[in-house]
């Protein structure tokens, strides 16, 4: 089963523009990570947040987690064409089983 | 190595038979996880290992799927009598620890026909 599910599905933007995507899950977190995907093979991980924190930047990244609505935020700023891919995030509910949500497939157009 | 390592990058068989995926993680780290991936899907769970132990087998689909780990190093997965809903893209990913960053492999591209 899924635990987190990312929205939008999908999302168009032009280069230049922010891209905001959320994360909904729903057992609590020992932490939650975002991660993207290009062409549908390997994943990269882009950030993780600590059940603790509420906010962290890395480059043009930052990233939101609100544990009272079990939510995440991850925002792009300036965005790129080089960003279009598919971003997912992903959580460990203390039992070290990751699990991944469905992907904000995310394109920017140059 | 440098990377998560996965052999075959894609493999084609016929119904029926067995498969076999492998699996090198980044040397030094303790956690392996295999994920499954169909096309346009996100990632479906499948087993993960700390060293050569596997404590959560829970997502393996069926009994037609197992996966074993030696050495806490290379890990293969297997499946057999393969059918078609098998068809994905199987993805590897290992962690310095249960807690941290994946790293993961580009695949390999399964297709039963």
């Known amino acids: 089963s899924q635990q987190g599910e990312e929205d939008p599905q999908a999302l168009s933007i032009q280069e230049g523009e922010n891209a905001t995507m959320n994360c909904s899950y729903k057992?609590?977190?020992?932490?939650l990570q975002w991660y993207r995907q290009n062409s549908g093979r390997g994943l990269v991980h882009l950030i993780l947040?600590?059940?603790?924190?509420r906010e962290k930047h890395s480059g043009r990244l930052r990233v939101t987690l609100d544990t009272s609505k079990k939510s995440s935020s991850l925002l792009i700023t300036a965005s790129r064409a080089a960003d279009t891919a598919s971003y997912f995030c992903?959580?460990?509910?203390?039992?070290?089983?990751?699990?991944f949500g469905t992907g904000t497939r995310l394109k920017v157009l140059a | 190595g440098a990377g998560v390592s996965q052999s075959p990058s894609n493999k084609v068989t016929e119904k029926g038979k067995d498969v076999e995926l492998r699996c090198d993680p980044i040397?030094?780290?303790?956690?392996l996880y295999w994920y499954r991936q169909s096309l346009g899907q996100g990632l479906e769970f499948l087993i993960y290992f700390q060293g050569n132990s596997a404590p959560d087998k829970s997502g393996l689909p069926s009994d037609r799927f197992s996966a074993e780990r030696t050495g806490g190093s290379v890990s293969t997965l297997t499946i057999q009598r393969t059918q078609q809903e098998d068809s994905a893209v199987y993805l590897c990913a290992s962690s310095e620890t249960v807690t941290g960053e994946l790293f993961f492999g580009e695949g390999s591209r399964l297709t039963v026909l």
């Open positions: 992903a959580t460990d509910s203390g039992t070290y089983k990751y699990i």
């Open positions: 947040i600590r059940s603790n924190e």
């Open positions: 040397s030094g780290h303790t956690a």
């Open positions: 057992t609590s977190i020992n932490n």
